[in-house]
């Protein structure tokens, strides 16, 4: 099924109506604001656009970025968003997420830092002058470690999915203590390298973002608001006095997560009341409750965090909400709802922690990719609204890494370099028949290099 069918911004603007979403995505004529400077912390960048962390999934084996790592930001810093955000890098080899996650440490360092320069050199030959804002996500995958689960607490949906026993351990408080280590030292480093800011990753249920939903976990770290963010909350202090409060902090996090679907497409059963995901209504975890999430958002802009991206879902078990789509990937399922339901999902939210946090902290919006062309002007609406400070694309941005140079220069987007929506980027992340155990990931319908290799592992399948 292909739900995008809109070659006119009247058409899908008639379909946003007979959805009965018009209040929530709405569109300008004209793309001005977001191409005005924006000021973050005491910089002004150029442009209120960028780039969300999207992972490649081609480092080395030792966590170092690799040739295509450095090809994806060199086209990112080419292609004139002003927030280049560095992807998901864990903060110790046993966190990661695949065999070719990158990951920080002193060992890779030096490589981190010359991929950085590479970028800012590349803008500044570009446009003349270097008004970005570069930042690393630090991340540890929790129960999405590829080599061993590290999980929080037992949720029955996920446990299931993953095939975790009753009886498998649970990271204990003294281990979490432990490692905050790890993301303190990560940010020193990356402060180090030059590093504009750093994220502390609390998103799409990897370890920090279950934390948040721990309320069935004892301790120090589970149960009330304070114990589930206690942990975000002590590395953020600690790296504000690590760093003398130079580095700034940003942290990209689920406002919803929402209950785990089966390959139907159909929410798995779960326990009354829902006490398993974060700003999720605890009667009807299909239904979002942002009290949470809000409080959460208010109380880290007092810690001093400066950038927070709202997000949302779990890839694993619930990606139409993450990143609505027309095609599910290889281990996915047709989507439940039409997508646009899902990009409204996502610009409520980010409204609502926009207006909880005010002028205290600039939110990043997320969820405009499925908008293809459009995409700036829905983006547009919502900056003249004040409910989004800054619009970045993740998807769109591994198929069209330069949108923003073409709003500059043209003042439209090019109809035929838009994100499709397809998900063959997320079955290339979900192949591991490869000699790196790990396929890389990119746009397979507008990047001829993913191209190739999608029909090469195509034909390996075949035979």
């Not at 998900?423 to 992340?429: I, P």
């Amino acid at each position: 099924m292909s739900f995008f069918r809109y070659r006119t911004l009247d058409e899908i603007k008639a379909e946003v109506e007979r959805l009965g979403l018009s209040e929530q995505i709405r569109f300008a004529s004209e793309v001005k604001k977001l191409l005005k400077p924006i000021k973050v912390g005491d910089r002004e960048i150029w442009n209120s656009l960028g780039y969300h962390p999207m992972e490649g999934c081609d480092g080395t084996a030792d966590g170092r970025p690799s040739a295509l790592t450095w090809r994806r930001y060199e086209r990112l810093a080419a292609g004139g968003g002003a927030l280049i955000w560095f992807e998901a890098t864990a903060v110790l080899l046993q966190g990661r997420a695949n065999p070719r996650q990158i990951c920080l440490t002193n060992e890779t360092a030096k490589d981190f830092e010359a991929m950085l320069k590479m970028v800012r050199k590349v803008h500044k030959e570009e446009f003349g002058e270097e008004r970005i804002l570069c930042g690393i996500q630090l991340t540890h995958s929790g129960r999405y470690c590829f080599e061993k689960p590290i999980i929080a607490y037992h949720d029955p949906a996920l446990d299931k999915k993953r095939k975790i026993p009753p009886d498998y351990p649970v990271i204990s408080d003294s281990e979490l203590d432990a490692l905050q280590d790890a993301f303190v030292n990560a940010a020193k480093l990356a402060w180090k390298i030059g590093f504009d800011f750093v994220d502390i990753k609390q998103c799409h249920r990897y370890l920090l973002s279950e934390l948040l939903a721990a309320k069935t976990r004892n301790g120090k770290y589970g149960e009330s608001l304070k114990n589930r963010t206690r942990f975000a909350c002590e590395v953020i202090q600690r790296i504000q006095q690590e760093t003398n409060g130079k580095l700034l902090i940003a942290t990209r996090m689920n406002a919803y997560d929402g209950p785990a679907f089966d390959e139907h497409g159909k929410p798995m059963e779960y326990p009354h009341p829902f006490l398993y995901g974060f700003g999720c209504d605890e009667r009807d975890p299909l239904k979002v409750d942002l009290t949470e999430p809000i409080t959460w958002a208010k109380e880290m802009t007092k810690l001093g965090v400066k950038i927070i991206n709202v997000t949302m879902g779990n890839p694993y078990a619930n990606p139409h909400i993450g990143r609505p789509f027309d095609k599910p990937p290889v281990d996915g399922y047709e989507p439940p709802e039409h997508p646009l339901v899902g990009v409204a999902r996502h610009f409520n939210a980010t409204a609502a922690i926009k207006q909880a946090v005010g002028d205290e902290a600039i939110v990043v919006g997320t969820g405009y990719s499925f908008l293809r062309q459009f995409l700036a002007l829905a983006g547009e609406a919502n900056k003249e609204s004040g409910l989004v400070d800054i619009v970045a694309v993740g998807r769109g941005a591994l198929a069209y890494p330069d949108y923003v140079r073409d709003l500059l220069e043209r003042g439209q987007m090019a109809v035929n370099k838009v994100c499709l929506a397809v998900s063959f980027c997320t079955t290339l992340m979900r192949t591991k028949e490869h000699p790196l155990k790990q396929a890389p990931t990119g746009c397979v319908p507008r990047d001829p290099v993913y191209a190739e290799l999608y029909r090469q592992i195509s034909l390996k399948k075949q035979r």
